[in-house]
């Protein structure tokens, strides 16, 4: 009886150190997979962030300074404003497409010139911009980070921008092409006269195509990790695929 007895306290025991075995197992695992909130700090998530926006100016905001770079790319192409839309239609539909093509390619080649020459501003602008939660940044939608810089920046630029779109529409006779453009509108009967403010429209149009360029980098980097090419961003981000 007691040799029976002593058998069962071993079965026991061995189910026992097996049973905590793999309960420490299935432990540790799940602290692995926890965000390790004393090894990543503010600091460290802040410069992981400015330079996911530096990337997005390198690689793709850069695209946008080149010819066409804002012209015949559909995600940011600058289309007339609301007011001209009538215009454009009106003149292609007799016959002056070619004409309407020349005040949409000049629109656009002022926002190319305006990101060509505020390009280093806003990259001071990024390493100047401070995060005061950047855990809650880095944890939050695929563009929060570029939302932030946009709040922090958007009227920096804007004055940057804006007298750039000047003096690009004064370079290439642009005052000239949309009053002629708007003049041989004016002059279809049974049309209203229209003159909105083509720079403020454009530098508007400009600092949104810049915003969505670099949010699409940032995107790029939070889902895919072949993205992440330094070791700050790769120890960053992985805290935020941890939170998936």
Do not use: H
């Not at 309960?23 to 692995?32: K, S, Y």
């Amino acid at each position: 009886m007691k040799l029976i007895y002593n058998k069962e306290m071993r079965r026991i025991l061995i189910l026992l150190v097996v049973f905590q075995f793999l309960g420490c197992a299935e432990l540790q695992q799940v602290v692995n997979q926890m965000p390790q909130a004393g090894t990543i700090g503010n600091n460290e998530i802040a410069l992981g962030l400015r330079e996911a926006l530096d990337m997005g100016i390198q690689k793709q905001v850069s695209k946008l300074t080149q010819t066409d770079g804002f012209y015949k790319n559909e995600m940011v192409k600058i289309m007339l404003p609301q007011e001209l839309q009538k215009v454009d239609k009106t003149l292609r539909d007799i016959g002056l497409s070619n004409l309407a093509d020349e005040g949409l390619k000049i629109l656009n080649r002022a926002a190319e010139d305006a990101v060509k020459e505020a390009t280093p501003i806003f990259v001071d602008a990024v390493k100047g911009i401070t995060f005061a939660d950047a855990r809650n940044i880095l944890l939050g939608s695929d563009d929060a980070a570029t939302r932030y810089l946009t709040q922090a920046t958007q009227n920096q630029l804007y004055d940057k921008f804006n007298p750039v779109i000047k003096q690009s529409f004064e370079k290439v006779g642009a005052d000239k092409i949309w009053s002629n453009l708007i003049n041989r509108y004016n002059a279809i009967p049974f049309t209203s006269s229209v003159n909105p403010d083509l720079t403020d429209y454009v530098t508007q149009e400009a600092l949104e195509g810049v915003y969505s360029m670099i949010a699409l980098e940032e995107k790029e980097i939070r889902t895919k990790t072949a993205s992440r090419t330094s070791a700050v961003l790769k120890r960053v981000f992985a805290l935020q695929d941890q939170r998936n």
